[in-house]
């Protein structure tokens, strides 16, 4: 992912203009690092099918970590989670404030869909891709996942309430980044297969991330933790013993379906995947 990274800095938002600190504040949620993950499984699947198209794939990759990173700055307003920390750097609001962070959420939100009409593929491609990351990210998608967890605070909701909350907030976007590597390989055959496996991966993550908020400190996260006593979250509901016992289920399965999986897809994504399925069992933080 060193190329990844080094193709995001090159390619960092820019706007020039009479206010002392917008474009500043534009980068700086890109550059305080991640995992970059969804941009990862993205260049996997493109690297197992055609490594050649990796350099335009990246223009897809950036436009989905834009996507993320908007909906991070928002999630961490005074209005939603009013978090101070994200990625071990002080949160948007608070480097900069409140208006800003809303401002940059929005521009980086739009910003992600120029740079998608502007990437180096076909016509067609460029609107499947435009549609898959609106359709996941959007009204109907992410947006949504993060609606139903503000209204419902202290509130608590049943299991498969939680599990639809989140398969909006969270999985979608994982989905859709592994669906989109698909489409710019023209390998639409497997793109619902990669899809439906991306909803269950993205599901087993934020069971993950409710199991370390509740068994790290903030320094090691990254992000305030010990945060989720009035949401809902898996082990909020469900207690710390059946939340682990739950994640320890989904990632034997996610790895069995790893080996379902193309031999070319194996090579490229097993050892990544491998890594975040079972980053409970590690404590090794969360992205």
Do not use: W
Request: negative net charge; hydrophobic residues 40%.
């Amino acid at each position: 992912m060193q190329n990844f990274e080094q193709f995001l800095l090159d390619n960092l938002p820019t706007s020039k203009s009479i206010h002392p600190t917008y474009e500043d504040a534009l980068q700086n949620m890109l550059i305080a690092g991640g995992k970059r993950f969804r941009p990862a499984l993205l260049l996997g699947v493109v690297k197992a099918y055609n490594p050649l198209m990796q350099d335009s794939a990246r223009y897809a990759a950036l436009a989905i970590e834009l996507l993320h990173t908007y909906s991070l700055i928002h999630d961490d307003l005074p209005a939603m989670d009013n978090s101070p920390l994200r990625r071990g750097k002080p949160t948007l609001h608070v480097s900069f404030d409140e208006v800003t962070a809303i401002l940059v959420g929005d521009a980086l939100n739009t910003y992600s869909f120029e740079v998608l009409a502007n990437a180096p593929f076909s016509d067609t491609t460029r609107v499947k891709l435009i549609r898959e990351l609106a359709h996941n990210g959007g009204l109907n998608g992410m947006v949504l996942g993060q609606a139903i967890d503000c209204y419902f605070e202290n509130q608590p909701l049943k299991v498969e309430d939680i599990k639809q909350l989140h398969i909006n907030k969270t999985a979608k976007l994982i989905a859709a980044s592994l669906k989109m590597g698909a489409i710019i390989v023209a390998e639409e055959k497997i793109a619902e297969k990669l899809y439906d496996f991306g909803i269950k991966l993205g599901l087993l993550f934020q069971i993950q991330d409710d199991i370390l908020d509740v068994t790290q400190s903030s320094k090691e996260a990254g992000k305030l933790t010990n945060n989720d006593e009035d949401k809902n979250s898996f082990v909020t509901i469900l207690g710390l013993q059946e939340a682990t016992l739950q994640a320890d289920e989904m990632a034997q399965e996610l790895t069995q379906e790893i080996l379902s999986l193309d031999e070319s897809l194996q090579r490229e994504l097993s050892s990544l995947l491998t890594k975040y399925i079972n980053r409970h069992k590690h404590n090794k933080g969360s992205f």
